[in-house]
C-alpha cells in the first residue's frame, strides 16, 4: 500500500491531521520532524526540537538531516507521513515522496496560516519584525511547488480535523 503524504505551510494541521487519519484507516503515523529530531540525537548525542536545531546549525544542517529524514520514510509503506512545511522546496524529497506515496497538500488561508502562527511561535524561516509579510512572502514561494505536487489539495478553512479527515478519505476512494 502506497504511503499517503500530508504537505501544507506551517499550523496548517499536518500532524493533527496525519494522527487521525492514520487512526481512522489503521496505519502507522509518522512526523517528519520525530525522524529529524532522532536522526540529530543519533548523531549529537542530545535532544533538540527542529526549531534548535535550526537555530544552533543553520538551515543547510537542517535541510540535510531533513534529507536522509524523508529517505528514511520513503522506503517505508502503508504510512500516513506529514512533512515540515519546506520539505517539499527540494526537488529530492519530491521525487523520493512522490515515488512512495499519494501527496496531499492541505491548503488554508493566510490569514488562518497567521493566527496559528502567532499562538504557537514564530518558525525561525519567518521574519518576526515583519511577521505578516515574510509569511505572506514565503507562502506565495512555496504554494505554486505544493499545487504542482499534490495529488490531492484539500482545503482545510474551516473544517475541523475531522472534517478535513473525511474530505481526504472521500479524495483517496
Not at 504537505?7 to 496548517?12: D, H, R
Not at 548523531?43 to 529524514?69: D, P, V
Not at 505578516?132 to 499534490?150: N, T, W
Amino acid at each position: 500500500m502506497k504511503n499517503i503524504v500530508i504537505m501544507g505551510f506551517k499550523a496548517c494541521g499536518k500532524s493533527w491531521v496525519g494522527r487521525d487519519l492514520a487512526k481512522k484507516l489503521e496505519r502507522e503515523f509518522i512526523d517528519l520532524d520525530d525522524v529529524i529530531r532522532d536522526l540529530y540525537k543519533q548523531e549529537f548525542g542530545e535532544q533538540l526540537s527542529c526549531r534548535e536545531i535550526h537555530q544552533k546549525h543553520g538551515a543547510e544542517k537542517f535541510r540535510s538531516l531533513e534529507a536522509k529524514a524523508v529517505e528514511q520514510v520513503s522506503q517505508k509503506s502503508d504510512c500516513v507521513i506529514a512533512l515540515g512545511g519546506g520539505t517539499i522546496a527540494y526537488s529530492a524529497n519530491v521525487d523520493l515522496l512522490k515515488g512512495s506515496g499519494i501527496i496531499v497538500y492541505l491548503k488554508d488561508s493566510a490569514e488562518n496560516l497567521l493566527e496559528r502562527i502567532k499562538k504557537r511561535g514564530i518558525p525561525t524561516f519567518l521574519d518576526p519584525t515583519d511577521l505578516e509579510g515574510s509569511m505572506k512572502r514565503e507562502l506565495a514561494r512555496r504554494e505554486p511547488l505544493y499545487e504542482k505536487y499534490a495529488d490531492i489539495i484539500v482545503s482545510s478553512a474551516g473544517l475541523s480535523i475531522d472534517g478535513i479527515v473525511e474530505k481526504i478519505i472521500g479524495a483517496l476512494k
